[in-house]
């Protein structure tokens, strides 16, 4: 079975500040995904990530997958408040289908002056 | 870019209603849908993967006969909660992506309460 786990769940930032989201997976995958979602409402992608040692930046967020340790990190540079949201990330067991995604149980994050 | 459509947006209705919730790809075809429930402040949880033109495929523990999907055209899913309790009240928020590999996009959900 799948596991998908996220560290840390709740996340107090300033802003200005840095820090990184990690995300730990159980099975073999190079399929991870990155999504945030805003209070109410649905998900919106952020990354994808296919292969061991993809990086990905976006304005202050960068996420990086390195499939030998199953671990994908979502990296957040000087914060601002507009990044307060929940993140979640998701793996897509290998050998199945496309877009049949486990989550990790979300990182709230809260950025406050 | 790639627009999934999820109607209606908020429903309340009572106890042994059933509930259709719409789901449609507006500028792609998309062959699987996926249908996911996540409950207040909790992740989301795959509930079953819809294939146009063909039997869902539920996920262990989701009710086959409670939920009941059915994908007729490579644009519409749709998922009816049957005989809804207070206890499926959640929001329901559906999946689709325009190609192999590319991320899949999502619904704006369907927020479910049964009174």
């Known amino acids: 079975e799948l596991k998908v786990e996220q560290n840390p769940l709740f996340l107090s930032m300033q802003e200005g500040k840095n820090y990184t989201i990690y995300c730990n997976y159980s099975?073999?995958?190079?399929?991870l995904y990155w999504y945030r979602q805003d209070p109410g409402k649905s998900l919106e992608s952020l990354f994808v990530?296919?292969?061991?040692?993809a990086v990905k930046q976006e304005g202050r967020l960068m996420a990086s997958l390195d499939t030998k340790a199953r671990l994908s990190t979502l990296h957040i540079t000087a914060a601002v408040h507009d990044l307060s949201a929940t993140y979640f990330c998701?793996?897509?067991?290998?050998?199945?289908?496309?877009?049949?995604?486990?989550f990790g149980q979300g990182t709230i994050l809260t950025v406050h002056p | 870019g790639a627009v999934v459509s999820q109607h209606p947006s908020w429903v309340i209705c009572k106890s042994g209603t059933s509930v259709k919730i719409e789901c449609r790809s507006l500028?792609?075809?998309?062959?699987?849908m996926f249908w996911y429930r996540q409950f207040p402040k909790q992740s989301l949880m795959l509930m079953a993967t819809?294939?146009?033109?063909?039997?869902?495929?539920?996920e262990q523990g989701v009710e086959k006969d409670k939920f009941l999907i059915n994908h007729a055209s490579l644009t519409l899913s749709t998922l009816t909660v049957t005989s809804a309790h207070p206890e499926d009240s959640s929001f329901y928020i559906c999946?689709?992506?325009?190609?192999?590999?590319?991320?899949?996009?999502f619904g704006d959900g369907t927020r479910l309460s049964i009174l």
């Open positions: 999946s689709a992506a325009p190609g192999t590999g590319q991320p899949q996009h």
């Open positions: 099975t073999t995958s190079d399929r």
């Open positions: 990530l296919l292969s061991n040692g």
């Open positions: 998701a793996v897509d067991l290998t050998g199945t289908s496309y877009g049949k995604l486990t």
């Open positions: 500028d792609f075809q998309a062959t699987t």
């Open positions: 819809s294939n146009e033109g063909s039997k869902a495929t539920y």
